[in-house]
């Protein structure tokens, strides 16, 4: 069985771009989720999909958002880019035998898109 | 305040030697607590998942222990390799959504030969 796919695995942005990434989860798996990785604030959740609605979201501002597609699929996106969102940006997703349980099931992780904005 | 705190930040330790990781939280209410390795450019693997009912949980030469009453957590990895080197990352859950998870900022390992 294939792992958590994102890409690209490398970008570098200037300021005021916007980026796009990717994420193919495991499949089967219905529960998308996505995370900011620094050096200075450790791992930190963005927000997660599950069957294409965003079912949590963490404390971003709006310029972070996202989507699900019906395969599962995710991307997210950042608008107006800024040099403090240079980062690890990882994806994970999990099997949820039932909703709302997400939390209590292992997650996979993918590889991560390194983001560099200069 | 929830908080992960680990310790310690980073530690040397050489190939073949035991060495234990440590984790205090004060989130609460507890749901879970899981254990994940990272290797550098890689993301972060489960090693363990542990609920308020288990107080110790194996995976391999990784040994997780969990004292709910005090709020600790430990990662004792025995006969140490060098594919250990990796950051350790303490993850609590708060709740059943992704929502209220917290993490530590995580314990950088480096096993030298």
């Known amino acids: 069985k294939a792992g958590v796919t994102q890409t690209p695995r490398y970008l570098i942005k200037t300021r005021g771009q916007q980026v796009t990434l990717s994420c193919s989860p495991i499949s089967g798996h219905r529960s998308v989720s996505w995370y900011q990785q620094t050096p200075g604030q450790g791992l930190q959740f963005l927000f997660e999909?599950?069957?294409?609605?965003?079912?949590n979201k963490g404390n971003f501002p709006g310029r972070f958002s996202g989507r699900q597609f019906s395969n599962s699929r995710s991307e997210m996106n950042v608008s107006t880019l800024e040099l403090g969102d240079s980062a690890l940006y990882l994806c994970a997703s999990s099997p949820e035998a039932q909703q709302g349980t997400s939390a209590k099931n292992i997650q996979y992780f993918g590889a991560g898109t390194r983001l560099s904005v200069l | 305040k929830n908080q992960v705190e680990q310790s310690p930040q980073s530690l040397i330790i050489l190939e073949g030697k035991n060495c234990t990781l440590q984790c205090n939280y004060t989130v609460s209410p507890f749901s879970n607590l899981r254990w994940y390795k990272q290797d550098t450019g890689r993301g972060p693997v489960s090693l363990t998942i542990?609920?308020?009912?288990?107080n110790t949980k194996s995976n391999g030469r990784y040994t997780a222990t969990l004292d709910a009453d005090t709020k600790q957590s430990s990662l004792h990895i025995t006969a140490s390799q060098l594919s250990d080197s990796a950051s350790y990352i303490c993850v609590v859950s708060a709740g059943s959504t992704l929502g209220r998870l917290y993490f530590g900022r995580g314990t950088q390992l480096t096993v030298w030969p």
């Open positions: 999909y599950f069957s294409e609605t965003q079912r």
């Open positions: 542990m609920t308020f009912s288990e």
